[in-house]
């Protein structure tokens, strides 16, 4: 399958932005407290594993207790949570430009309630798309060592564990569709960058932050970022590369513990 990055109305860069270097500074500001700083720890953690053997041995767990008394552990997951979304309100604003703007943005990247059926069509086909081929990549990376084994969850069961599961699979999308595909491809646009450069580049980066779990799953999140960018740039529209991401990380979340019992 071959992805054009056509010319479409939008987004455009706009003229009267901010100017080149202030552009970066936005950049480098947003990601240095979210995606970037993952990225960094992704990459060690990485050479890390691989100091100590094949990653065929490695273990990557996700959603990790963080307190070994119930109630500390659910405040905390959710204060987790929480922090992690305020570079998007960061992100937003920068694109904003005001506090008010922000409602403008949103409606700009498309995530309102103006094309629902739309959104949950487009969301649910990238969804059984992105939801095969990760786990082809993953059986396959097993298979060629070069995949750590991977926990979803190793929370204990409470009342209140899929309930945080679920916030913490939305939380994962509106960080990483808002960051990486809005505002690094709004940002990047104003400073005269291709779409086809946009798209390889954000995509590296999505792959780069996913690197403690081996080379399959990076890879995995390489071919989705090229397909999510080639999506909000066809279509103009965030929010079923939200509901696709959402649906992914939840099922990851919740069908192993499911399964298990």
Same mark, same amino acid.
Do not use: K
């Given at each position: $399958?071959?992805?054009?990055? /056509?010319? +479409?109305?939008q987004?455009?860069?706009?003229r ?8 970066w500074?936005?950049i =480098?500001?947003?990601?240095?407290? %979210?995606l ?17 053997g ?14 070994? =008394?119930?109630a ?5 997951? #959710? ?8 570079? =998007?309100?960061?992100?937003?604003y920068?694109?904003?430009?005001s506090l008010?703007?922000i409602a403008?943005v ?6 309102? &309630? ?8 487009? &969301?649910?086909? #990238?969804?059984?798309?992105m939801?095969?081929? *990760?786990?082809?990549?993953?059986q *396959? ?6 995949t750590?084994?991977? /926990? +979803?969850?190793?929370l204990?069961?409470? !009342? !209140? *564990?899929?309930?945080v599961?679920?916030? %913490?699979?939305?939380?994962? %999308?509106?960080?990483e569709?808002?960051? =990486?595909v ?9 400073i005269? !960058?291709?779409?086809?450069t @946009?798209?390889v580049?954000?995509?590296l ?7 403690y779990?081996?080379? &399959? ?6 071919? $989705?970022?090229l397909?999510?960018? !080639?999506?909000?740039?066809?279509? &103009? ?5 939200? @509901? ?6 939840? +099922? ?5 513990q499911?399964?298990?019992?």
């Open positions: $399958m071959v992805f054009v990055l /056509t010319e +479409t109305p987004p455009r860069p706009a009267d932005g901010p100017a080149r270097s202030e552009v500074f936005h =480098v500001l947003v990601l240095g407290v %979210s970037g700083s993952s990225a960094v720890y992704a990459v060690l953690n990485l050479a890390e594993t691989l100091s100590r094949p990653l065929t041995d490695a273990e990557a767990t996700l959603n990790q207790v963080l307190s070994p =008394v119930p500390i552990d659910l405040l905390r997951q #959710l204060a987790s949570i929480g922090f992690a979304l305020v570079p =998007v309100l960061l992100a937003l920068l694109l904003a430009g008010p703007g403008v949103l409606r700009r990247i498309g995530v309102d &309630g103006r094309r629902p059926w739309r959104d949950a069509v487009w &969301g649910v086909g #990238l969804f059984l798309a939801g095969v081929g *990760t786990l082809v990549l993953y *396959t990376g097993r298979a060629l060592g070069v750590a084994a991977i /926990t +979803t969850s190793a204990n069961e409470h !009342w !209140w *564990t899929v309930p599961l679920i916030l %913490s699979a939305l939380r994962h %999308s509106v960080v569709e808002i960051i =990486v809005a505002f690094l491809c709004d940002r990047l646009r104003r005269g !960058w291709s779409w086809v @946009i798209a580049l954000t995509s980066f999505r792959a780069s932050y996913h690197l779990q081996g080379f &399959g799953p990076a890879l995995g999140n390489l071919i $989705m970022g397909v999510f960018v !080639w999506v909000y740039r066809r279509y &103009g529209r965030l929010a079923p590369l939200l @509901i696709a991401h959402a649906l992914l990380d939840i +099922t990851g979340f919740l069908l192993p499911l399964l298990a019992r």
